[in-house]
């Protein structure tokens, strides 16, 4: 029955399809979550937007872990008669789909946050054509694509609130924050070393590294600013531009920077590491300086919804 989906979308290809696929993929890669989510904690709501990061990393953490427990092949991998497309984001096992768990819990925590019936009906949309393109482009077998979108949004059921209201307390944040970054640089770094030694497998474990890595640097850059920063989300639309703009290239860059980097894991560590604590942490407390942004007033973290 699978391998039969699989032939049908194969059977059905034509160029323009192929283009819509890897439109619609592209909605379920990091590049688009980091952007989003970005906007979010440095010119919306810094509760709202912790919310979505820890149930996206949640729902990631869970799926990287499934995936290097099964450990099941790809239909091209599988199948000699299917031409896999856009195979340099099918990185790691095939179940269950990184791309449509990501998109489920993404896109249903962004419309749990904003609450708009359209944007509910967008978000819906999305992680259908997400778990759609995954099958066609042949990167994923009908059965990894169904347990992407159950464990996605069923993460972000049990999670998101808890997260929401988490962001309350500041002395559990900070602690929670300092353990998951401490823990999740530590494994990233573990992971960098023991890949290249042979000890882990690397189809199994890279993309755990990486998300270790992405969540230690974050979780302590939300450690730095929930115990000193406090910066405030606030300002003027020409200053939220151009705040957004500038952190954004250096984001960008700081993903782009890997064929300058020496060719081994660790730098990939510390590029996903530093990536989360700037987005987090670092930017807000050279923001600060340069004016970018203004200290939250204190006690007032109840008037951000």
């Given at each position: 029955m699978q391998t039969a989906i699989i032939r049908f979308f194969d059977s059905i290809a034509t160029p323009l399809l192929d283009f819509l696929g890897e439109f619609f993929t592209f909605f379920g890669e990091q590049s688009v979550f980091i952007?989003?989510?970005a906007y979010i904690l440095w010119c919306g709501s810094k509760k709202k937007g912790f919310a979505i990061y820890s149930t996206l990393l949640t729902s990631l953490v869970a799926m990287s872990t499934l995936k290097a427990l099964v450990r099941s092949p790809r239909p091209f991998e599988v199948l000699s008669d299917i031409q896999g497309k856009r195979v340099e984001?099918?990185?790691?096992?095939?179940?269950?789909?990184?791309?449509?768990t990501?998109?489920?819990?993404?896109?249903?925590?962004?419309?749990?946050?904003?609450?708009?019936?359209?944007l509910s009906i967008i978000c819906?949309?999305?992680?259908?054509?997400?778990?759609?393109?995954?099958m066609y482009l042949g990167v994923h077998w009908p059965l990894d694509v169904v347990a992407g979108l159950i464990l996605g949004v069923s993460i972000t059921i049990i999670t998101y609130d808890a997260f929401f209201k988490l962001y309350e307390d500041q002395v559990r944040l900070v602690k929670l924050a300092l353990a998951i970054g401490i823990g999740g640089t530590i494994g990233g770094v573990l992971l960098a070393?023991?890949?290249?030694?042979?000890?882990?497998?690397?189809?199994?474990?890279?993309d755990p590294m990486k998300l270790l890595s992405l969540a230690g640097g974050g979780y302590l850059g939300f450690a730095l600013d929930q115990s000193r920063l406090h910066y405030a989300t606030t300002g003027s639309l020409?200053?939220?531009?151009?705040r957004y703009v500038f952190g954004v290239v250096v984001l960008m860059a700081l993903q782009g920077s890997k064929p300058f980097l020496p060719d081994h894991l660790f730098f990939s560590f510390l590029r996903y590491a530093v990536t989360?604590?700037?987005?987090?942490?670092?930017?807000p407390m050279l923001g600060m300086r340069l004016r970018l942004w203004e200290g939250e007033p204190l006690f007032n973290r109840e008037a951000e919804v």
């Open positions: 952007l989003v989510i984001t099918a990185t790691g096992y095939s179940f269950p789909s990184g791309h449509t990501g998109a489920a819990s993404f896109y249903s925590s962004l419309a749990v946050t904003v609450r708009k019936r359209w819906g949309f999305i992680i259908l054509m997400v778990a759609i393109s995954r070393f023991l890949i290249p030694a042979g000890i882990a497998d690397p189809t199994a474990f890279t020409k200053v939220k531009v151009f989360g604590f700037w987005a987090t942490g670092l930017y």
